[in-house]
């Protein structure tokens, strides 16, 4: 016959010792083949691919080939390594019987023209599925045992941190600060006061050249050239994407995640709750759109949007009549009106002296109440971080509580872990919009007059969230006041607001 070889490994690290190698593979179904007289056609392995699934992609080439009858069948070194699932593969089994083929494995001795072979597949399939789970189940317990110790077992280190070797009988695989680690913290509070990703990479660049994550490379099938690992296009350049990513991560926090399961002291943090809080309450900032007029200065650019749309508005000149037949260039922000979604519905446009003079007035009191509040660090943002760390430490315990889980059942026990994990969003909300405010208190405020655009800009953009706008004719006047107008979202305010925007 002329069968098909099908070699699979379910997870190529870390497993060097125990791994099935697919030259092992290989080399068993070869010598069934010639034992037999039987011509095998070698596929590449399917490399880090779970039995739990029957889609893949070498299989499903295998069995479209056993579909155009352009194979007997399919051959195995053992029936584990072809499917783990007992429904599942008894489906994909059924399929091969029905095209005309069969399935041989090898050191299992299956042979499915028989009833007795038959019942075998399928006590051995039930077998491999249960192995399956047990594994699953010891290495969900592996890895909850290991972050609760502190152990990373994360294959890259997170830029800012060194892992500590295996042989540490202290502290194996921990995670600890290292000479990256203040231009980190550095970024952290440069994304709090509203500097730009570009910004920080540049900051990085200088201070802590990007160090590419070193991976182990996966085998290959035999004479395959490795895949070489993907790196960025200069070397020791911080990739924008990769910066953007580092103020999501709660491993700066100190905190290690695996699934469900949460260390919040796992290692020496990198930033304070505050620092992470406000670098990630930065909404996204938009750029001047096209047709704007770089001619002119414009405070608001990226920060003002149309209250009826939602749209960053445009700085440009309006022509204005006058009398006698003259006309005259006015500065505006004006709403496109047309966009890739459709017409705005209420599109708006407003001076822009008249729009930056109110931003900056309220801007300068906005600060003085913060500086007379003390906002670095007030008894209110103390008071919230105490709340978060009380919250959090409240789920663990209830998610650790196996008495618990079994009394309220698991559609109950996930319910209060719902409300728990909410409860925590809501404390983290209130922190982000505190934290946002304090990050760019004071100091600015005297500077402001020495300040290029560009910085007060970046200074705005890191106490103001968005400013809308809407037509005079919404606030009740063709002519109403920049008051009636205008209405600020502060840093953290702005979270979730839907368009219309109505005041």
Same mark, same amino acid.
């Given at each position: 016959?002329?069968?098909?070889?099908?070699?699979?490994?379910?997870?190529?690290?870390?497993?060097?010792?125990?791994?099935?190698?697919?030259?092992?593979?290989?080399?068993?179904?070869?010598?069934?083949?010639?034992?037999?007289?039987?011509?095998?056609?070698?596929?590449?392995?399917?490399?880090?691919?779970?039995?739990?699934?029957?889609?893949?992609?070498?299989?499903?080439?295998?069995?479209?080939?056993?579909?155009?009858?352009?194979?007997?069948?399919?051959?195995?070194?053992?029936?584990?390594?072809?499917?783990?699932?007992?429904?599942?593969?008894?489906?994909?089994?059924?399929?091969?019987?029905?095209?005309?083929?069969?399935?041989?494995?090898?050191?299992?001795?299956?042979?499915?023209?028989?009833?007795?072979?038959?019942?075998?597949?399928?006590?051995?399939?039930?077998?491999?599925?249960?192995?399956?789970?047990?594994?699953?189940?010891?290495?969900?317990?592996?890895?909850?045992?290991?972050?609760?110790?502190?152990?990373?077992?994360?294959?890259?280190?997170?830029?800012?941190?060194?892992?500590?070797?295996?042989?540490?009988?202290?502290?194996?695989?921990?995670?600890?600060?290292?000479?990256?680690?203040?231009?980190?913290?550095?970024?952290?509070?440069?994304?709090?006061?509203?500097?730009?990703?570009?910004?920080?990479?540049?900051?990085?660049?200088?201070?802590?050249?990007?160090?590419?994550?070193?991976?182990?490379?996966?085998?290959?099938?035999?004479?395959?050239?490795?895949?070489?690992?993907?790196?960025?296009?200069?070397?020791?350049?911080?990739?924008?994407?990769?910066?953007?990513?580092?103020?999501?991560?709660?491993?700066?926090?100190?905190?290690?995640?695996?699934?469900?399961?949460?260390?919040?002291?796992?290692?020496?943090?990198?930033?304070?709750?505050?620092?992470?809080?406000?670098?990630?309450?930065?909404?996204?900032?938009?750029?001047?759109?096209?047709?704007?007029?770089?001619?002119?200065?414009?405070?608001?650019?990226?920060?003002?949007?149309?209250?009826?749309?939602?749209?960053?508005?445009?700085?440009?000149?309006?022509?204005?009549?006058?009398?006698?037949?003259?006309?005259?260039?006015?500065?505006?922000?004006?709403?496109?009106?047309?966009?890739?979604?459709?017409?705005?519905?209420?599109?708006?446009?407003?001076?822009?002296?008249?729009?930056?003079?109110?931003?900056?007035?309220?801007?300068?009191?906005?600060?003085?109440?913060?500086?007379?509040?003390?906002?670095?660090?007030?008894?209110?943002?103390?008071?919230?971080?105490?709340?978060?760390?009380?919250?959090?430490?409240?789920? /663990?315990?209830?998610? *650790? =509580?196996?008495? #618990? &889980?079994?009394?309220?059942?698991? $559609? !109950?026990?996930?319910?209060? %872990?719902?409300?728990?994990?909410?409860?925590?969003?809501?404390?983290?909300?209130?922190?982000?919009?505190?934290?946002?405010?304090?990050?760019?208190?004071?100091?600015?405020?005297?500077?402001?007059?020495?300040?290029?655009?560009?910085?007060?800009?970046?200074?705005?953009?890191?106490?103001?969230?968005?400013?809308?706008?809407?037509?005079?004719?919404?606030?009740?006047? /063709?002519?109403?006041? *920049? =008051?009636?107008? #205008? &209405?600020?979202?502060?840093?953290? $305010? !702005?979270?979730?607001?839907? %368009?219309?925007?109505?005041?």
């Amino acid at each position: 016959m002329n069968l098909d070889a099908y070699i699979r490994v379910s997870d190529t690290r870390g497993r060097e010792d125990d791994l099935i190698s697919p030259e092992l593979q290989a080399g068993k179904m070869d010598e069934y083949g010639q034992a037999h007289g039987h011509t095998l056609t070698m596929h590449p392995p399917e490399l880090d691919v779970s039995g739990g699934k029957m889609q893949r992609e070498v299989l499903d080439q295998i069995l479209d080939r056993i579909r155009k009858h352009e194979s007997d069948g399919i051959i195995v070194s053992k029936l584990n390594r072809f499917a783990r699932t007992l429904l599942g593969g008894l489906q994909v089994i059924q399929e091969i019987e029905a095209a005309g083929g069969t399935l041989i494995s090898v050191a299992d001795n299956i042979d499915l023209s028989t009833p007795t072979g038959k019942l075998v597949t399928r006590i051995l399939l039930s077998v491999a599925e249960m192995e399956l789970e047990r594994i699953r189940e010891e290495w969900s317990d592996a890895q909850r045992s290991a972050v609760t110790k502190g152990v990373c077992t994360a294959s890259a280190v997170p830029p800012g941190y060194t892992k500590t070797p295996k042989t540490d009988k202290d502290h194996p695989r921990m995670l600890v600060p290292n000479a990256d680690a203040l231009a980190i913290k550095r970024a952290f509070q440069m994304r709090g006061t509203g500097s730009s990703i570009s910004e920080i990479a540049a900051m990085l660049n200088a201070q802590a050249p990007y160090k590419a994550p070193t991976r182990k490379p996966k085998p290959t099938a035999k004479g395959k050239k490795p895949k070489e690992p993907k790196r960025p296009t200069t070397v020791g350049q911080w990739p924008l994407t990769t910066v953007g990513r580092l103020f999501t991560n709660r491993v700066y926090r100190g905190e290690l995640i695996r699934g469900t399961v949460t260390n919040p002291t796992a290692h020496k943090p990198i930033v304070t709750e505050q620092e992470w809080q406000a670098a990630n309450s930065i909404p996204k900032r938009t750029s001047p759109r096209a047709g704007s007029d770089p001619t002119a200065p414009s405070l608001l650019t990226g920060l003002i949007r149309c209250a009826g749309c939602g749209y960053a508005m445009t700085p440009v000149h309006s022509v204005t009549p006058r009398a006698g037949g003259a006309t005259a260039r006015v500065a505006v922000y004006k709403c496109k009106g047309k966009h890739s979604t459709g017409r705005c519905p209420a599109s708006s446009s407003i001076k822009r002296d008249r729009a930056d003079a109110y931003v900056l007035e309220a801007w300068r009191e906005q600060m003085a109440k913060l500086e007379r509040g003390g906002a670095v660090r007030t008894p209110e943002v103390e008071a919230v971080v105490e709340e978060i760390a009380n919250l959090k430490d409240e789920l /663990a315990q209830f998610a *650790a =509580d196996i008495t #618990l &889980r079994d009394a309220l059942g698991p $559609d !109950g026990f996930r319910e209060q %872990v719902d409300t728990r994990v909410a409860n925590i969003a809501d404390a983290e909300k209130r922190l982000r919009i505190l934290s946002g405010q304090a990050s760019v208190v004071a100091p600015t405020v005297a500077k402001w007059d020495d300040m290029d655009l560009p910085s007060r800009r970046k200074v705005l953009a890191g106490s103001v969230d968005v400013v809308y706008c809407r037509r005079g004719e919404a606030a009740g006047r /063709a002519h109403a006041s *920049a =008051d009636d107008r #205008l &209405r600020i979202l502060w840093r953290g $305010d !702005g979270e979730n607001v839907s %368009v219309p925007y109505t005041w």
